[in-house]
């Protein structure tokens, strides 16, 4: 009787379409704020909370994930998330002008499919890790390559569809969108699935909490979560502030830029990663995030503004992948609980960078290059992070 050899290729696609389906809920519903805002009335304000929302029950998901993933199983909670992620969209379409309160519709769309994105979020880089891939720091930075790519996708096919049809047939745009994540069912349901660790033998929560080694590698993901963020959460208003541009070339020269570069890292070190140490990568980038920041920060020429801008893309694209590649490979039976508490603790970092960017460049008379500054520690932290790892392993005390 032949053995039947499992297709690993059609799992990386599924993961691949993955993140781009979360970088599709991340940054769609954000093009379209003016647009509420003309559209229903809704507050600026209100329109705030539209981000926060998604960002807190991606939290919330984090959370749950870590308690019940293994309990239903990969496969369900993975396809799960893909019909999660189309409905929500399709939702947001159709929700807002049913209710009386378009705002109440909007958030519960939000709400849908931000429960996919933290579903894929926790659960695409596990199920990557699984597979018998060789060299998987390598495979895991391509597969973080992938969100990048989607930012990118999303800002300009989305000003290009809007330049050519008007924003007002965006509800269209949101069904187009949704077809990723809705095709992406069928890979999830079809692709080869292997288990993280055997059964019995991952760590639990409380064994996770009692080790030191563990919250070091939270505070990795901490500071790579903030040092992404805190400046690509800001990169269009920078550039918008700098070189005084309108917002589009503002979106698409800083968001975009961020992504570009950002990507390029992840591929580069995809392409490179078998003949460089990814502690020593991971320490040179920390470094390079923090010149970045101090570029960023005290430019006097606008374009030099810039250049910091999109090299802190290239300098913070290894950092969440790589932290999940540690941690992976110095604590692996740490199963779906560590990869959750990860995925908690770098997004905890995305929430915390922005927030104080934005509250101490307000202090300072909305001078987003003080923000900007305020923001170094992040990148800071993460290298002396990196030299405790590498000085750990030199010493035996942790696994290559």
């Known amino acids: 009787m032949n053995k039947t050899v499992k297709n690993y290729k059609r799992t990386q696609l599924a993961c691949y379409l993955g993140f781009v389906t979360q970088a599709i809920l991340a940054n769609f519903a954000p093009l379209l704020y003016t647009t509420f805002h003309s559209e229903y009335g809704i507050s600026l304000g209100s329109l705030a909370l ?37 409905a929500g969209l399709i939702g947001l379409a159709v929700l807002p002008g049913l209710l009386p309160s378009p705002f109440v519709g909007i958030l519960i769309c939000v709400f849908i499919y931000a429960l996919g994105s933290g579903l894929i979020e926790v659960l695409c880089s596990p199920i990557i890790e699984a597979c018998p891939f060789d060299n998987k720091d390598r495979v895991m930075s391509f597969l973080h390559s992938f969100y990048c790519w989607g930012t990118m996708a999303v800002v300009i096919l989305s000003t290009l569809f809007f330049s050519a049809f008007g924003t007002g047939k965006w509800r269209i745009l949101a069904c187009l969108w949704a077809l990723v994540p809705f095709y992406n069912v069928f890979n999830f349901v079809t692709c080869p699935i292997e288990p993280l660790v055997e059964d019995g033998k991952s760590m639990s929560i409380g064994e996770l909490l009692k080790t030191k080694l563990f919250w070091l590698l939270i505070v990795l993901m901490v500071c790579s979560g903030s040092s992404e963020l805190a400046l690509g959460q800001w990169a269009s208003a920078f550039v918008e502030s700098a070189l005084h541009v309108s917002k589009t070339v503002g979106d698409l020269a800083g968001p975009c830029g961020f992504a570009l570069l950002m990507g390029i890292s992840r591929v580069l070190y995809s392409r490179i990663g078998g003949k460089v140490d990814l502690t020593g990568f991971m320490a040179a980038s920390g470094i390079l995030c923090v010149l970045c920041y101090l570029l960023a920060a005290f430019a006097e020429l606008p374009v030099m503004g810039l250049i910091g801008c999109a090299l802190c893309g290239f300098s913070v694209g290894i950092m969440w992948p790589g932290s999940l590649s540690i941690s992976s490979s110095v604590m692996p039976k740490g199963g779906t609980a560590m990869f959750a508490l990860l995925a908690l603790g770098g997004d905890l970092g995305g929430s915390i960078g922005p927030a104080i960017v934005g509250a101490v460049s307000q202090r300072a ?17 993460l290298v002396l992070c990196v030299l405790v790892l590498r000085k750990m392993k030199s010493a035996g005390k942790i696994s290559s």
Do not use: H, K, M, N
Not at 53 to 81: E, K, W
Not at 365 to 381: C, E, N
């Open 365 to 381: 008379g909305d001078d987003l290059q003080a923000g900007l500054l305020a923001g170094i520690g992040f990148p800071a932290v």
């Open 50 to 86: 539209i981000s926060t929302c998604f960002f807190f029950t991606q939290l919330l998901v984090d959370s749950f994930c870590a308690v019940v993933v293994d309990r239903l199983g990969y496969r369900v909670c993975i396809v799960t998330s893909e019909i999660a992620s189309a």
